[in-house]
């Protein structure tokens, strides 16, 4: 029996195969440039945790984006909240303003035959010993 060998490919053989530019795939100058012999052996381990550290780094991005979106649509909401009750405020001094005048009170107690007083109020003075 044969024993079994790896196959060691020609370059002229990849030179037909052509991905991208004259110097192979983007993963494989990416390989290249970070240290690696080849695509198969994948990332090197010891650059792991920089990687892991980036990946954090983004998903608390991400995250933080969110937060700062959903509280901006709230405090927008709330500001808008704010806007109609001081609308529903003043209309209502305001009714409650009108009502208050001694015209309209008049109007008002005019059908309980309540009439209004035309002798103005006076004073009432007790003496110190008096009460």
Do not use: C, W
């Amino acid at each position: 029996m044969k024993q079994n060998t790896f196959k060691i490919k020609d370059k002229k053989e990849n030179k037909g195969q052509k991905s991208g530019s004259g110097s192979g795939s983007i993963f494989s100058r990416f390989d290249k440039s970070i240290g690696g012999n080849s695509a198969e052996n994948g990332l090197p381990v010891k650059y792991l945790p920089y990687v892991m550290f980036f990946v954090a780094i983004g998903i608390f991005y991400i995250g933080n984006s969110h937060y700062a979106d959903k509280t901006t649509r709230k405090i927008d909401k709330l500001h808008q909240e704010v806007e109609d009750l001081r609308a529903d405020f003043t209309t209502l001094k305001s009714e409650y303003m009108f009502a208050s005048k001694q015209s309209e009170v008049a109007k008002k107690v005019k059908k309980l035959e309540l009439k209004e007083s035309e002798v103005p109020p006076f004073k009432i003075v007790v003496e110190k010993g008096e009460y």
